[in-house]
């Protein structure tokens, strides 16, 4: 998104309301997540993603928009970069709005092996798994724990101490909104655009989806538009993903997650449910597109149109 965007100056930015003076908030948060949609020409992927999510009963992030102008004297003076997603920061805030406490420990692991056993201590997972709020050194040994009963432990021993340390509902409920969207930039290609949380009431983990701009189906670094569109809900990762592949061998997972599939296939997730969504969202945001330019404007009323119209649906990415 970052190489996308520098044909001019709509960098997505991430603002700190206490860098400079402490004790500023807004709405109850202190960091704003701007979000500048390049590779989403409807500027739709994020907002009905993670409302999916949400729907399926993940602990996921709100959204909303705002349209930017940035005053900097001499530089850039009252100069309006467009239209842009805002993306609840998952953080301190965050957790006290979920769980209501801050102490909880939220994770950004960065990694296609997930869970892999990487030593005894915490200090070996450190870099990989970047801690961003605060956790005790028993919640740290929990990532620790964990691992070693993902790469270790037999087939049944892991799915009868499964539920010890993953929240089965809440993960079948991230893994069925990837699979519905397929969404290919994260959780189910390069093990990136995830966060992990470990809940204090129950000491299990659960999984927070991020960065969908290139979720739908868009993500043409990643086989074909038919291979997105019909890839298997038992085996849907392009790559050996080893915690995925035993958490599926799960038979008390396979069935909730079976069941998170169907029922969404049967309320949530249908042709006029989504085309509403779509119908509502562009309605309220058209005029802030047609603001930032023609450009936008064209690409966006391409995007929101029922059939595919005027720019060809199959090519190499950009």
Request: overall charge neutral; charged content about 25%.
């Amino acid at each position: 998104t970052y190489v996308n965007s520098l044909y001019g100056p709509k960098q997505s930015l991430k603002v700190d309301l206490n860098k400079y003076r402490k004790g500023q908030s807004l709405g109850g948060v202190h960091t704003l997540n701007l979000v500048n949609a390049i590779p989403d020409d409807s500027y739709l992927h994020d907002a009905m993603a993670q409302r999916l999510f949400r729907e399926l009963g993940v602990i996921a992030p709100r959204t909303s928009y705002a349209y930017v102008t940035v005053d900097v004297p001499g530089v850039m003076p009252d100069r309006a970069l467009g239209l842009y997603v805002l993306i609840e920061n998952l953080d301190a805030d965050f957790a006290q709005d979920r769980w209501g406490t801050k102490a909880v420990p939220i994770f950004k692991p960065v990694t296609p092996q997930l869970f892999k056993d990487l030593g005894a201590t915490w200090k070996d997972y450190a870099d990989i798994y970047d801690l961003k709020t605060v956790a005790s050194p028993a919640q740290l040994q929990r990532v620790v724990d964990f691992a070693k009963l993902v790469t270790s432990a037999d087939d049944a021993t892991f799915a009868a101490r499964l539920p010890e340390f993953l929240d089965l509902e809440s993960f079948a409920g991230f893994l069925a909104g990837h699979v519905l969207t397929s969404s290919y930039d994260g959780f189910l290609s390069n093990g990136q655009n995830l966060y992990l949380y470990l809940d204090p009431r129950s000491n299990r983990f659960g999984f927070i989806p991020w960065d969908q701009d290139h979720g739908w189906g868009e993500f043409r670094y990643v086989g074909s538009v038919e291979g997105r569109e019909r890839a298997s809900i038992w085996r849907p990762c392009t790559y050996e993903h080893r915690f995925l592949t035993r958490v599926l061998k799960v038979e008390a997972f396979r069935t909730i997650y079976r069941g998170k599939l169907a029922t969404a296939l049967d309320t949530l997730f249908t042709v006029p449910r989504l085309y509403a969504q779509v119908d509502e969202l562009a309605v309220l945001i058209r005029p802030a597109v047609a603001a930032e330019s023609e450009f936008r404007l064209r690409r966006f009323d391409t995007s929101v149109r029922t059939n595919w119209v005027g720019v060809p649906l199959h090519g190499p990415p950009e």
